[in-house]
């Protein structure tokens, strides 16, 4: 039916009904260009029976070569798709085989590691590990403290800002805050390795790097203080026992005429800021006030 169209409208003998459906067809444009860039050229002998069949042959290449082009730009946004929603998922999996576990100032938080080692996380603090991988690398990276029981198997790797403890199975506490890193093991062995320096320390031994001081100690207790609400302090300096402080109580500490580079030794109890204050301040012979619901002023002595 439509080659028929064709040849009468190529010998012009198309009705007022035809010429009408014919010019609603969608290549009526392109077969229109064809006829007016024909004229353009002289033929000797024309037939008309032949000139259809050119005009035929023509339509049906040019339609081939139409659809290839449709095709191609479609290939390319497929491949373009398949590019971007493989690196999507890759990157999705991966980042969702990560596990973070953070606590705020005033919160402390249990947790059980894929192979049943326990954490215990202090205030404002955080780890990170990736579950995907942990039955063939048992390794996780710490901010602030935190206190292991470590089930017993591989290499088990705790990565801070300030060294890295490896151990076996043991338990341990590890604080590593600003220019503070402090590793207490209570049973088995832990290896410490902090930039240059690298200990092995066995149950009841310390590992502390303060303010770029390396010392190492003893410690009798059979668990750290603060997973019992106490926070607790050996040699260490007013400024980073009042850090503490702001970390367990969620206030502002001031200070007033006063040296917190003195070092205190005792502890704080973590559900009570009046009974901590009185703690901090009296051995050290200092006054406080609670101006509002989160700010303290420390008073020194009045010299």
């Known amino acids: 039916m439509k080659e028929d169209l064709l040849k009468k409208w190529l010998n012009d003998e198309l009705t007022d009904a035809e010429k009408e459906a014919f010019s609603k067809e969608d290549d009526y444009a392109f077969n229109q260009q064809i006829i007016d860039t024909a004229k353009h050229f002289k033929a000797s002998n ?14 049906e290449g040019k339609a081939k070569v139409k659809q290839l082009h449709w095709v191609s730009p479609l290939l390319k946004i497929a491949s373009i798709v398949i590019i971007i929603l493989g690196v999507y998922f890759t990157f999705f999996n991966s980042n969702n085989s990560t596990v973070e576990i953070n606590t705020v ?5 249990n947790i059980q590691l894929p192979d049943l080692s326990e954490v215990m996380l202090n205030a404002d603090s955080k780890i990170s590990y990736d579950k995907s991988s942990w039955e063939s ?11 292991f029981k470590v089930a017993k198997g591989k290499t088990f790797d705790i990565i801070t800002n300030n060294g ?8 341990f506490n590890v604080k590593s805050r600003n220019g503070y890193f402090e590793v207490n093991c209570y049973e ?15 149950a009841g031994k310390t590992f502390r790097i303060l303010d770029e001081k390396f010392t190492q100690g003893q410690t009798i207790d059979a668990e750290p203080q603060w997973i019992n609400n106490r926070s607790s302090f050996k ?10 402080l702001e970390r367990q109580y969620n206030v502002s500490v ?28 009296q051995p050290m012979n200092l006054t406080f006030e609670i101006s509002t619901s989160n700010q303290v002023l420390i008073h020194g002595n009045a010299n």
């Not at 100032?105 to 938080?109: G, I, L, M, Q, S």
């Not at 088995?188 to 066995?202: C, H, K, N």
């Open 235 to 244: 040699l260490v300096t007013l400024k980073e026992v009042f850090k503490e």
């Open 137 to 147: 690398n048992r390794r996780l990276e710490l901010q602030g403290e935190a206190y």
């Open 254 to 281: 001031k200070f007033k005429n006063t040296d917190t580079s003195r070092l205190f030794s005792g502890g704080f109890v973590n559900d009570n800021l009046q009974n901590a204050l009185v703690s901090i301040t």
């Open 164 to 171: 890295t403890v490896t151990v076996v199975g043991t338990e």
């Open 105 to 109: 100032v005033a919160e402390k938080t």
């Open 46 to 59: 024309f037939s008309k029976a032949d000139d259809f069949e050119t005009f035929k042959k023509n339509y």
């Open 188 to 202: 088995g062995i832990v290896s410490v390795v902090s930039d240059t320096i690298e200990r092995r320390l066995t």
